[in-house]
């Protein structure tokens, strides 16, 4: 049982759980470019933790670099327009890309990012996604580095928040927003 859970979380996937699988996923990632230098992409503010495991675990020389994005405002479906809050501070020309996703919902967010990454000329771009809910999916991504599939429900924890809660829970668990307190 973790330390710190609310009520209204569900646990979903524990802490070991998510370890070991994001050991198996920075394996591949450092097989797979091996002999070249990577630049991560974290995309804030949902996947800092994920990132912040998951480049630990690469065995390859890395850079981290963060983009800020917005499509959820304080609700729990998206809203469909994606936001850039915060942009890159250094160029990625010439660079191989691994952007970091903490889910992958209705694709609209990760395709739009894919968009703006590629007309800034990186030699590659690759995606890692700690979640893929395929029932809400409305533009299909390709996803090259995959931690977990899930049901149509919303999680919260490792990162992910509702009306920026609960981004510290250190596991992943399904949210009753109904059940959410106000303070
Ligand atoms: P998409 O554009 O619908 O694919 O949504 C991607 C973004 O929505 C993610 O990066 C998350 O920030 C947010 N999101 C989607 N599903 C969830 C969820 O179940 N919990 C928390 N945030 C979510």
Redesign the pocket.
Same mark, same amino acid.
């Given at each position: 049982m973790p330390a710190f859970s609310p009520p209204e979380v569900k646990p979903l996937i524990g802490a070991d759980e998510l370890a070991r699988r994001i050991a198996e996923l920075a394996a591949q990632i450092t097989e797979d470019y091996a002999g070249r230098s990577l630049v991560l992409l974290c995309?804030l503010?949902? %996947?800092f933790v994920f990132a912040a495991d998951l480049a630990r675990s690469i065995s390859l020389p890395v850079r981290c670099e963060f983009l800020g $994005?917005r %499509?959820?405002g304080d609700d729990?479906k %998206?809203s469909g327009v $994606?936001q850039i809050t915060q942009d890159l501070t250094r160029p990625v020309e010439g660079d191989h890309i691994l952007i970091v996703?903490?889910?992958?919902?209705?694709?609209?967010?990760?395709s739009y990012l894919r968009e703006q990454i590629r007309s800034r000329n990186p030699a590659s771009i690759k995606v890692a996604a700690l979640?893929h809910?395929p029932a809400?999916m409305?533009r299909k991504v390709e996803i090259d580095y995959l931690g977990f599939t899930i049901e149509d $429900?919303?999680?919260?924890g490792y990162g992910?928040?509702?009306a920026e809660r609960y981004r510290n829970l250190p596991f992943l668990g399904v949210?009753d927003p109904t059940a959410v307190p106000s303070s």
């Open positions: 995309v503010k949902g %996947s $994005v %499509s959820y729990t %998206s $994606v996703e903490d889910i992958v919902d209705t694709g609209l967010t990760l979640l809910k809400r409305q $429900v919303f999680v919260v992910l928040d509702y949210l």
